[in-house]
Nanobody, 114 residues
């Protein structure tokens, strides 16, 4: 299984980014997927998760109302729309299966300046 994240970058506080994750080698449309992040010196944490059909979501309290997770099963792609970014959102962002994670991809760096 391969997961390739993209879309990160440097943005000022209050700005927006849209992350993408293309998944190959598995039946993407049948898997609950999640976005995770890891800030320097901290453990990796779950940011948001999305059911296979897209009808059920769950967000970390820290991103509720600012981030939106979505998917396009026809394109095997998971998205994370991030609005109202804060410096504390700075981290490497990864996508992965919600349970029984696959080997992690390289992630995409998000840096929010104050």
């Amino acid at each position: 299984v391969q997961m390739v994240e993209s879309g990160g970058g440097l943005v000022q506080a209050g700005g927006s980014l849209r992350l993408s994750c293309v998944v190959s080698g598995t039946t993407f449309s049948s898997i609950t997927m999640g976005w995770y992040r890891q800030a320097p010196g901290k453990q990796r944490e779950l940011v948001a998760r999305l059911s296979p059909g897209g009808g059920s979501t769950n967000y970390a309290d820290s991103v509720k109302g600012r981030f939106t997770i979505s998917r396009d099963n026809a394109k095997n792609t998971l998205y994370l729309q991030m609005n109202g970014l804060k410096p504390e959102d700075t981290a490497v962002y990864y996508c992965n299966r919600y349970t029984f994670q696959y080997d992690w991809g390289q992630g995409t760096q998000v840096t929010v300046s104050s």
